[in-house]
């Protein structure tokens, strides 16, 4: 598993990569840099980086970091989209989960607006 840091406004953010072939993609592409976009409790912003589907998920749990082809781009989910139903995390569309942010570092997600700069860089 790689560590990375996620870098919101003020906020820094530990996570850790899996091992799948989408994620060791968006390693070697770091640091990515942009804006962000709120969508319930989803952010995510637009990455250089084409990935095929890798066992893509139609749900993810709280915390998966995603990889959403149409973007393309990163995604951190923590907690419920327009899309969900009651008791689930739903994307607007299947992604590639790509790493996790740990469950307690996930609540000052939800002061997050559009528009902040965001940037996933390698962890030291």
Do not use: H
């Amino acid at each position: 598993m790689k560590k990375i840091k996620i870098l919101i406004g003020s906020l820094a953010l530990d996570a850790q990569l899996n091992n799948t072939k989408t994620a060791k993609t968006i390693y070697a592409k770091l640091p990515l840099k942009g804006k962000t976009n709120v969508w319930g409790e989803e952010i995510y912003f637009s990455i250089p980086v084409k990935c095929p589907p890798e066992n893509p998920k139609r749900l993810v749990g709280l915390g998966d970091l995603c990889y959403w082809m149409p973007g393309p781009a990163f995604c951190i989910f923590f907690g419920p989209t327009p899309s969900s139903c009651k008791g689930e995390i739903r994307p607007a569309s299947p992604v590639n989960v790509i790493g996790r942010i740990d469950y307690e570092l996930l609540e000052p997600l939800k002061q997050v607006e559009d528009g902040v700069k965001i940037s996933v860089v390698k962890a030291e």
